[in-house]
Nanobody
Framework: QVQLVESGGGLVQPGGSLRLSCSVS????????VRWYRQSTGPKRELVAT???????ILDDAVEGRFTATRDDAQSKIYLQMNNLRPEDTAVYYC????????????WGQGTRVIVSS
């Protein structure tokens, strides 16, 4: 059994910053690749950031230079630092870690809402 808790969302003015956290707990061997998605309007989730086991990151062009994904494996936490936020970043953000248990399983956080507005 694995539990994911996301936090850090909120209301921020354009140009502001937020740090999202994804905390993993429960029975697992390790956290593999983690992806951050966001969903604004409609059912489609947009991939914004990927962080691999070794800390390598891939960022969508829309957030490159503004967002940073990091991880603390000792604490089983994954972070998405978001700087210079824009109104178009408004969305619900989800973490999606691949977690090694008996096999590799995909989990989703409950989502945390980010609103960028003046």
């Amino acid at each position: 059994q694995v539990q994911l808790v996301e936090s850090g969302g909120g209301l921020v003015q354009p140009g502001g910053s937020l740090r999202l956290s994804c905390s993993v707990s429960g029975d697992f061997v390790r956290i593999n690749t983690v992806r951050w998605y966001r969903q604004s309007t409609g059912p489609k989730r947009e991939l914004v950031a990927t962080i691999t086991n070794d800390g390598s990151t891939i960022l969508d062009d829309a957030v490159e230079g503004r967002f940073t994904a990091t991880r603390d494996d000792a604490q089983s936490k994954i972070y998405l630092q978001m700087n210079n936020l824009r109104p178009e970043d408004t969305a619900v953000y989800y973490c999606n870690p691949l977690i090694m248990q008996l096999g590799l399983n995909s989990y989703w956080g409950q989502g945390t809402r980010v609103i960028v507005s003046s």
